[in-house]
């Protein structure tokens, strides 16, 4: 190689390095990229993230030993502390009540996806069918709840009064509190069915025995 060729081939090197050495201070100087705006889904993210875990408390709270919990009340939080009921069973006992009706008693839970003889008895200890309202035997009709009480204003009516509904237990008459103030106040009876844990069967029960009044 001669002198010159030695001279230009250092001068390109120079130049080359130079480049890198100024290509490389611009992508430290750039800003970082900017995270998307959350705008007004903010709250909505914040208030489902407490609800979460709230639920997630609910479902980890141990059972004492004279604690109770009623299949034909209780939400799935409530289900999901049974010993032997995880939450797929605990979402398969509110479908199958939704679906089929309420529980006689502790065996007809063995209709439930998921239940066998030796859950069952894991969680007989702990089961109570206060808010049954059913037939005394599998496969009949409740009777009619509406001729035996009065209605219940929905608009009106606090946790403790709600519980006494067939089906609803003490978390889900805290999400239909809740509803009603987010919107408030109901206009329909209809509206339950935004209300997480209340389906059209839970509905079809509730409807005869309540009523909408002032907001």
């Known amino acids: 190689m001669t002198e010159s060729e030695t001279r230009v081939l250092a001068r390109t090197a120079a130049v080359l390095l130079v480049v890198s050495a100024g290509r490389y201070g611009w992508e430290a ?8 705006e959350v705008g007004d889904d903010l709250p909505t993210l914040i208030a489902e993230s407490r609800r979460l875990m709230a639920d997630g408390r609910e ?14 009340r209780a ?4 289900l999901d502390r049974l010993p032997g009921v995880g939450p797929g069973a605990a979402r398969a006992i ?10 006689a008693g502790p065996d007809d839970l063995l209709r439930v996806r998921g239940i066998g003889a030796v859950t069952l008895e894991r969680m007989r200890p702990h089961l109570e069918f206060t808010g049954a309202r059913a037939v005394a035997r599998r496969g009949g009709s409740p009777p009619s709840a509406a001729a035996a009480r009065p209605t219940l204003d929905l608009n009106r ?6 519980e006494t509904l067939p ?9 239909i509190v809740e509803a009603r103030s987010a919107r408030g106040g109901f206009r329909s009876p209809d509206d339950l069915l ?11 029960r509730l409807r005869p025995l309540v009523t909408i009044g002032g907001r």
Request: charged share 30%; glycine share 12%; net charge neutral.
């Open 75 to 78: 939400a799935e939080a409530e």
């Open 29 to 36: 100087r750039r800003p970082p990229p900017v995270l998307p």
């Open 59 to 72: 479902r980890d709270r141990a059972l004492g030993p004279a604690e109770r919990v009623d299949p034909n």
């Open 167 to 175: 089906g609803v237990g003490p978390a889900l008459a805290r999400r």
């Open 194 to 204: 935004e209300v997480r844990g209340i389906g059209p069967a839970t509905l079809g």
């Open 94 to 103: 509110v479908e199958s009540r939704e679906r089929e009706g309420v529980f």
């Open 157 to 162: 009516a606090g946790p403790a009064e709600l």
